[in-house]
């Protein structure tokens, strides 16, 4: 099944209009996915969604009150730019995860909905001042700070995150910051400047496998990076919690779940997330599977017996949820108590 591209007139001929598409802005998608895009990728995926992935639509009192002060305080979220099923839970007991640097990612991640381009270097100084304020006033005692990649900076960002973490630590030195970053094309060195900040949790995710890295993630990303950049983290700051998370539905077997796991923990990673991977558009990545509620309890039990410390493991759950956090700040506290 086919459909007419949108097209405009440019110098004589007539071209893709990229920004009538579902993939308008992704300038930095590499042009072999966009030709696939472009000739061949399914428009449709004729498996319905089975019962247990079905989301109630975001409301509340809550939810509405922490829309309205994330939009009044100028702040991104995850939880929308990600398009992230559990934005209602979450919205609604009053927690989001921000994102740092703004909403523009120079990565083209075939899973993510996250918008792809090229911010020419462009970053908001104030940012680190505005964020740690910001979130200083919603009183958060557990704060999740993300980013998009930045591959435009030469640090990759890292001193803009690790300068919203200590501005937010000054003003609110009892909220545990959890902050989950990029790779920084592998710079071990961006990694031990955003631990310098003293974050409670470092977070990257692997996101899959290591057969379908290549598959699913953008070519700049890698396995090994993505466990080097763990590891640097464990070994710059030991006291440090370090999380990763996985998606499933991808094409895994469970050996290869079982090998992600192990080399996870061999690099001291503590907290692991598992999650359903949900087609954002007809345009990503497709789905294979959609993992049974049982697996995913396999999964935890899995990972529980390898030795992490915890496994939130469901097919909503994402690399920040709620109760995988509430069960981490618990710990943190009793730690520090």
């Not at 440019?10 to 696939?36: D, H, M, Y």
């Not at 989001?96 to 523009?104: E, F, I, K, P, Y």
Request: hydrophobic share 35%; aromatic share 6%.
């Amino acid at each position: 099944m086919s459909r007419r591209v949108n097209t405009v007139e440019e110098n004589g001929r007539k071209t893709p209009n990229f920004q009538q598409e579902p993939w308008a802005g992704v300038s930095c998608l590499p042009p072999t996915f966009i030709l696939e895009l472009y000739v061949g990728m399914p428009l449709d995926q004729t498996a319905r969604k089975p019962e247990w992935l079905k989301i109630k639509p975001p409301g509340g009192d809550n939810y509405l009150k922490l829309k309205g002060l994330l939009r009044e305080l100028k702040l991104h979220t995850v939880c929308e730019e990600a398009a992230c099923p559990n934005v209602s839970e979450c919205w609604g007991g009053g927690t989001a995860t921000v994102m740092l640097m703004g909403d523009t990612c120079t990565r083209g991640c075939k899973f993510c909905h996250v918008k792809s381009g090229n911010p020419k270097g462009e970053l908001d100084a104030k940012e680190p001042e505005n964020v740690a304020r910001a979130i200083s006033e919603l009183a958060l005692t557990y704060v999740v700070l993300t980013s998009v990649d930045r591959d435009d900076l030469p640090d990759g960002g890292a001193a803009h995150i690790a300068q919203t973490v200590r501005n937010l630590k000054a003003l609110r030195s009892e909220t545990l910051v959890e902050i989950l970053t990029p790779d920084f094309r592998g710079d071990l060195e961006a990694v031990r400047t955003v631990m310098d900040a003293g974050p409670d949790v470092f977070a990257h995710n692997l996101e899959t496998v290591e057969s379908l890295q290549k598959k699913v993630r953008d070519g700049r990303c890698s396995y090994k990076q993505s466990l080097d950049v763990l590891a640097a983290a464990k070994e710059r700051r030991p006291k440090a919690l370090t999380k990763s998370s996985l998606m499933v539905g991808l094409g895994e077997t469970e050996a290869e779940m079982a090998q992600a796991m192990d080399d996870l923990r061999a690099v001291g990673v503590q907290i692991l997330t598992i999650g359903q991977y949900l087609r954002p558009s007809n345009w990503h990545i497709a789905v294979e599977e959609y993992v049974a509620p049982e697996i995913f309890k396999n999964y935890e039990a899995m990972g529980l017996a390898k030795g992490f410390l915890c496994v939130p493991s469901g097919p909503l759950v994402r690399s920040s949820y709620r109760a995988g956090e509430k069960f981490i700040e618990s710990m943190l506290r009793s730690q520090g108590s």
